[in-house]
């Protein structure tokens, strides 16, 4: 998958790196993020390739996965960047316990952006649904103690996009989730030739269903190249003082041509 928390960020915000947006001019607050992209490796088998960044920014509309945000919109369709963060110390390493076992994400710089990340492979095998606990260990002059937990989204089965009579087309996914957890998409297309370069990108309840309208449906369905991404996601958060720990944990599935 391109990067569900590229997706995330299209669907959920309706432009890239938008997960997080300004919302007023104000002193720069302490933030830590941790992604924990989940995916199916073999069948029954699931790895978590967790991402953190501690930075400071001015106060963030931090989104949250029950939300209920219900919307579809075209978009380019582009691979995934690294926005540059003001980043702060988040300390020597950050702790993620996934069913008791505790694994350490230490930081790592490249390109001047900072990330923790877990040694050697990056990942970890991980059951959908299970509990997690993220701690910062707090860092003088930078981003403070603190924990959160949450459950990591369920996997799911995504049916192929159905057209409908009125050209609009029906998006199914299966088992559907509950008022937690959120559920993102793109029908990505190329409007010439064979490079991907438009989306239709959504963002609805976890309820099973979803209809794209037909006004926007038209090229996707002419398209010859196509490819289909989702992801069920959830989101946790906590805040110290003025530090906001937030923790988005996704499900996605292997992309697929329908």
């Known amino acids: ?18 997960c997080i947006d300004a919302i007023k001019p104000s002193a ?5 993020t ?7 490796t073999t069948p029954g088998n699931f790895v978590v390739n967790p991402t953190g960044t501690t930075f400071q920014a001015q106060l963030l509309q931090l989104q949250n996965s029950r939300d209920n945000v219900d919307t579809c919109v ?46 050697a492979a990056g990942t970890a095998p991980i059951t959908p649904g299970a509990i997690f606990t993220v701690t910062t260990p707090g860092a003088t002059g930078g981003f403070p103690a603190a924990t959160v937990s949450n459950k990591t989204p369920a996997a799911f089965t995504m049916g192929v996009p159905r ?26 297309y190329a409007s010439a030739g ?9 963002s609805t309840p976890d309820d099973g269903i979803d209809t794209v309208q037909s006004n926007i449906t038209a ?39 329908p």
Not at 3 to 8: A, E, I, M, N, R
Not at 28 to 32: D, L, S
Not at 34 to 40: A, G, H, K
């Open 194 to 202: 064979a490079t991907l370069n438009v989306q239709i990108v959504c």
């Open 74 to 119: 075209l978009a380019q369709y582009s691979p995934p960047v690294d926005v540059p963060l003001d980043f702060i110390n988040g300390g020597d390493s950050l702790l993620l316990t996934i069913a008791g076992v505790n694994r350490y994400l230490k930081p790592v710089t490249s390109g001047g952006i900072t990330h923790y990340v877990l040694p």
């Open 163 to 188: 057209v409908l009579a009125d050209n609009s087309i029906e998006v199914t996914w299966t088992p559907r989730g509950d008022d937690s957890s959120h559920f993102t998409y793109a029908l990505e």
């Open 28 to 32: 720069p607050r302490p933030y830590a």
């Open 34 to 40: 941790v992604f924990l992209n989940i995916s199916p």
């Open 1 to 18: 998958m391109r990067s569900t928390k590229l997706l995330v960020f299209l669907a959920v915000t309706i432009a890239v790196a938008g």
């Open 219 to 257: 090229n996707f369905r002419a398209a010859i190249t196509r490819r289909v991404e989702a992801a069920r996601w959830r989101t946790a958060q906590v805040t110290v003082g003025q530090s906001t720990l937030f923790v988005y944990s996704a499900y996605n599935i292997p992309p697929f041509v």
